[in-house]
């Protein structure tokens, strides 16, 4: 199976003034074609910074990180990968039907194709009847729905989400779920990070656990708990191992 995304001893460190924050220090990891992998860590551990480099919005400044085989900053890297950004700030005086349009224009996707799949993707998202109102209206979990669906815009092999079901109800989250088990199956790539383990255990075919820009452990669920006590959870597991830490 190709492997989708290489990440090799990836390091960040962000500079505001005189202070130095190393977001990330030295983190290996790898995704396979078709897998779910969920990056799991608490607030600060450096999850939307590993996401800004495989967005190439970031650099690394040290290691090496490859997309479908290029440097994330590769035109046609972009155009196959979709991103969902920790937090959906879009322009509010748009509709969902407004914005997706938007998207698809960047993307250079044609207008036949785009209509069809607009009316696709917001009935996906459950969102096909507010479809025509402004957005200055609509509720976070809706706005969680709007970017959503603009993450989807070019059909792409790779979906990078950050925090997707922050802030949706229980009945939203499982059809996020849903949505991303279909992808999956599809053929897609997902990559998502999440502070809550539940989440990520329900669907991850393999988790990487950070803590404050390391690595801790990678593998499937089973991997993390393989060797422990039996009936352990991942909840236990994750906080022994973070208090090994400390
Ligand atoms: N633009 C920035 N400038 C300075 N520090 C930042 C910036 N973005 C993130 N950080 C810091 O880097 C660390 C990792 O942040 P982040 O990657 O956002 O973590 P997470 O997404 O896991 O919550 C945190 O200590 C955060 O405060
Ligand atoms: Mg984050």
Known sequence: MQQVIIAKDLQYTYESGK????????????VKEGEIFGFIGPNGAGK??????????????????????QAPTDPKTRQTVGYMPEIADYYRYLTPKELLIM??????????????RIEKLLNLVDLEESSGRLMRTFSKGMMQKVSFAQALINDPDLLILDEPTSGLDPVSRKRTREV???LKEKG?????????????????????VLYKGELLDSGSAKDLLGGKEEGQSLESYFLKIIGEKR
Do not use: C, W
Not at 21 to 30: N, Q, Y
Not at 56 to 62: F, V, Y
Not at 193 to 207: A, F
């Open 48 to 69: 939307t910074t590993t996401i800004k480099l495989l967005l190439g919005i970031l650099n690394p400044q040290q290691g090496a990180l490859s997309v479908f085989g």
């Open 19 to 30: 202070r130095k924050i190393e977001a990330l220090k030295g983190v290996d990891f790898s």
């Open 103 to 116: 998207y698809g224009n960047i993307f250079g996707i044609s207008k036949n194709v785009l209509h069809e």
């Open 188 to 208: 897609k790539t997902i990559f998502f990070s999440s502070h809550e383990l539940s989440e990520v255990e329900l669907i991850s075919d393999r988790i990487g």
């Open 180 to 182: 991303i088990q279909d």
